[in-house]
């Protein structure tokens, strides 16, 4: 990504920041946030940790260590994003997820990846991939100004678009999981980690820190 790209990007995540010489009431910040330790080189995040772009992946601060937990991200600016789960060894160079053996994704060509196999197509009725039949085509895709929810409970991965759970489960995710956002081509994604905009799945709770579960 060149410097004038960057700055683009620096300039279209910082759109709608309103920079004022008052002190407002700023409330605590959730201490779970994109973590500037584990992300690409071109990648930026701002807006407190909730906002990514740039080119490359960002990591959560906190693993998925409870026995359900979901969280929701936004596609603020549409490109070439994607929203899922990765373990820490995953290459945050890359600008797709589920191109490697530690991450698995939904991306914004439709489909969910993991280990450069592509798992499901969203859109079509016979989503299964490997036996090459698409089926009838729906309209039910994530398009710019969508919210992502993603909800894991050791067994499976799962997606919901706008509230509404997707019929693709994921399961096989091994290891130490941490939520995982891949942006590209302009792409802008918000992520919350709690005061969710849809209702959670029956169960499944915000991700808490190791220690809020003793």
Not at 98 to 113: H, Y
Request: aromatic content about 10%; glycine content about 10%; hydrophobic content about 35%.
């Amino acid at each position: 990504m060149t410097s004038v790209s960057a700055l683009c990007c620096l300039k279209g995540c910082l759109n709608g920041f309103n920079f004022s010489s008052t002190v407002p009431h700023i409330p605590r910040e959730n201490p779970i946030q994109l973590d500037t330790a584990f992300m690409g080189y071109e990648v930026v995040i701002v807006k407190g940790g909730q906002r990514v772009c740039g080119a490359g992946a960002a990591l959560g601060s906190a693993p998925l260590v409870q026995s359900k937990s979901y969280f929701e991200v936004k596609i603020q600016q549409g490109g070439s994003w994607s929203i899922g789960l990765a373990t820490r060894q995953t290459d945050l160079s890359l600008t797709q997820g589920g191109m490697d053996e530690f991450s698995w994704c939904l991306c914004s060509d439709n489909v969910i990846r993991h280990n450069k196999h592509d798992l499901y197509r969203l859109g079509c009725s016979n989503s299964l991939i490997p036996n090459g039949t698409m089926g009838d085509t729906v309209n039910n895709l994530p398009q710019e100004g969508d919210i992502i929810g993603v909800s894991y409970d050791h067994i499976q991965l799962k997606f919901y678009l706008n509230g509404k759970e997707l019929e693709y489960a994921v399961s096989n995710v091994k290891g130490t999981v941490y939520p995982a956002l891949y942006v590209d081509e302009g792409a802008i994604l918000d992520v919350t980690f709690d005061n969710f905009t849809y209702s959670l799945p029956n169960g499944f709770e915000k991700i808490m820190l190791e220690q809020s579960l003793l």
